[in-house]
């Protein structure tokens, strides 16, 4: 392989930012329900110089993700409706009330 030696001695020099990755998963375990994006306001609020991307590639990376929710039944739908009666002539009343 016609490859560069110092290619294949590379280390990285990057911070794993452990404390960082510490606090994340903190507030997300207090925070079910917050993305990343709403975490990252919380992290720089309490005085973290973060990059929204910084913070969605550690929230990835730690296996998190926002639990999406199931959609709801109207609530009406399961309720017993009585049928209501024909009317017997053309143009008949089409209510279950007597006529006034």
Same mark, same amino acid.
């Given at each position: 392989?016609?490859?560069?030696?110092?290619?294949?001695?590379?280390?990285?020099?990057?911070?794993?930012?452990?404390?960082?990755?510490?606090?994340?998963?903190?507030?997300?375990?207090?925070?079910v329900?917050?993305?990343?994006?709403?975490?990252?306001?919380?992290?720089?609020?309490?005085?973290?110089?973060?990059?929204?991307?910084?913070? #969605?590639?550690?929230?990835?990376?730690?296996?998190?993700?926002?639990?999406?929710? #199931?959609?709801?039944?109207?609530?009406?739908?399961?309720?017993?409706?009585?049928?209501?009666?024909?009317g017997?002539?053309?143009?008949?009343?089409?209510?279950?009330?007597?006529p006034?």
């Amino acid at each position: 392989m016609m490859l560069n030696r110092a290619t294949m001695n590379y280390q990285s020099r990057r911070d794993p930012q452990h404390a960082l990755r510490v606090r994340m998963r903190e507030l997300a375990a207090s925070r079910v329900r917050f993305g990343y994006r709403r975490l990252t306001v919380m992290l720089r609020r309490e005085g973290w110089a973060v990059n929204a991307k910084r913070i #969605c590639r550690l929230y990835t990376e730690d296996g998190h993700a926002v639990r999406t929710k #199931c959609a709801r039944r109207s609530r009406g739908a399961h309720v017993y409706r009585p049928l209501l009666p024909r009317g017997v002539t053309k143009g008949g009343r089409w209510t279950s009330s007597p006529p006034v």
